[in-house]
């Protein structure tokens, strides 16, 4: 039973997390947009952040996929670099999270990312 209000609590958190990412998409200048992604990245932990940037990949939001760029950049590089090279490899995943997690490791992390990850794109 102990670990019953850890799960609530976890679900809680991640459901606050989304709703804040979805609020990205109603930012109207980079100020602002980076602002909000600061007081995200300063009120979740990390591990929650990687798994909700994970699940956002593929938003059709240009602003959400801009604002998980620069969340991105604030987080440790050893948690988020690894996953976003997964998605950018993995074939299932659909183009647009592919396309968007190698922008995100070239633009906003500094990464190189093989052009060979790239050609069926």
């Known amino acids: 039973m102990a670990e019953e209000p850890r799960i609530i609590n976890t679900f809680q958190q991640r459901r606050q997390l989304e709703e804040a990412l979805a609020t990205l ?5 980079e100020a602002e947009l980076v602002d909000q992604v600061r007081a995200i990245a300063d009120r979740f ?3 929650l952040l990687v ?3 994970q699940r956002n990949l593929g938003t ?3 602003q959400v996929r801009g604002g998980i760029g620069h969340l991105c950049a604030l987080l440790p590089p050893e948690l988020i670099v690894p ?3 997964a998605v950018v490899a993995d074939r299932q995943h659909a ?3 592919r396309t968007t997690a190698a922008l995100i490791l070239e633009r906003y992390l500094g990464e190189t990312v093989s052009p060979a ?5």
């Open 60 to 62: 059709t939001s240009s």
């Open 45 to 47: 932990s990390a591990e």
């Open 95 to 97: 183009p647009l999270q």
């Open 83 to 85: 996953p976003l090279r």
């Open 117 to 121: 990850l790239m050609g069926d794109l």
């Open 51 to 53: 798994a909700a940037v």
């Open 25 to 29: 998409a109603a930012t109207h200048a």
